[in-house]
């Protein structure tokens, strides 16, 4: 079940096939709901955030002619590990930098999610200034959120790297589904810039 | 010749072959000199601008045996159009976002280097409180500019899209090329932050 901001109540079957939805579709559709929405922001002049391209090293590269025209087609690349994250741009003057996630545990596993170094990065995004953020999806209690990353490492420090689900409804902004956008996570964003102006690193609601 | 910061001129050849380099090796060499720029920046913990892999449809993965080693190999990928920009990032809590283009002429044509998507996109960055800029290496002339992307508007409104060397001698910030980091373009860009607390859009130096 999918909760809209309306309160009613739909099944997920108008997404995608009704039950066992496999971990990639899953995956993939958090993915798509993001960039649907990173879309509406661009064309609403909102935002500016992107996916970045998947980083390859390209070994081949070859001319062909498909239907008459001539086209490069890469032959041969490999697959190159993220230097940073999947996500980043520019919303009302504040940089944005963000990896998205989903598990199907009801712990988040941080070590098993981000490589060390995306969690330098976005330690560092912070500290310069910029707001680096996870955005979660536990689908197995379809339940979405948002959080500000210094919590996440906070806790990660206070306790060990897997963190509970409670943690999240606790600290982090819950995030709805809707038609279009399909996931405004962007007024979360809002919040999490009014907290920082505040001071508050981290705040209880 | 390059001109260093010392003021002590040094033939190319020490970069690469000493005359006729071809088009794509000067533009690699710009391009190499800002990646060595940015990696310097990220591991003295200045700035976080990273260029964009190159973005690409994957058609077909095959998963091969490479001395012993499972690895999947990307054998089928077409080339996408860039929507935004080569690179983007973060510093001292500003959004920053450039293209690189080099030329041999002694005038750069916005429209001949840019689609016009990206100049919307350079703008709207501008207008949404981030740095929107280029860097441009005149490199018959061994000059390197960084220009705000507001200012190349403001000329190709008043004239036409053809912007001679003269125009980014007066309003652009001119790079030197040094050892380490190689283009160290970060000063200026706290040029133009300054210029625009200081509510200066197209000042005079």
Redesign the interface.
């Known amino acids: 079940m999918v909760n809209y901001p309306n309160n009613k109540k739909i099944s997920n079957s108008n997404f995608k096939s009704e039950t066992h939805v496999g971990l990639s579709e899953k995956g993939m559709n958090l993915e798509s709901m993001i960039n649907q929405t990173n879309a509406y922001y661009v064309n609403n ?1 909102i ?2 955030i ?1 996916k ?5 090293t ?1 070994g081949k590269v070859e001319n062909k002619v498909v239907y008459g025209t001539k ?10 590990e993220k ?2 994250t999947d996500y ?8 944005i ?1 963000f990896e998205a996630k989903q598990t199907r545990y009801k712990t988040f596993n941080l070590k098993a999610n981000l490589h060390q170094h995306q969690s330098n ?1 976005l330690k ?2 912070n500290e ?3 707001f680096g953020f996870l955005i979660i999806s536990f689908y197995t209690v379809d339940k979405i959120f948002l959080i500000d990353f210094d919590q996440i490492l906070d806790y990660v420090d206070q306790h060990n790297s897997n963190i509970p689900l409670a943690f999240f409804e606790e600290h982090g902004e819950e995030l709805k589904v809707s038609y279009n956008p399909q996931l405004d996570y962007i007024k979360s964003v809002d919040k999490l810039i009014a907290k920082r102006k505040l001071g508050v690193k981290n705040g209880n609601k």
Not at 52 to 56: A, L, N, R
């Open positions: 002049n935002a500016f992107y970045k391209p998947v980083p390859i390209i086209q490069s087609i890469i032959t041969k690349a490999y697959f190159n230097s940073t980043n741009g520019l919303y009302n003057g504040y940089y930098d990065h560092s995004i310069h200034g910029g």
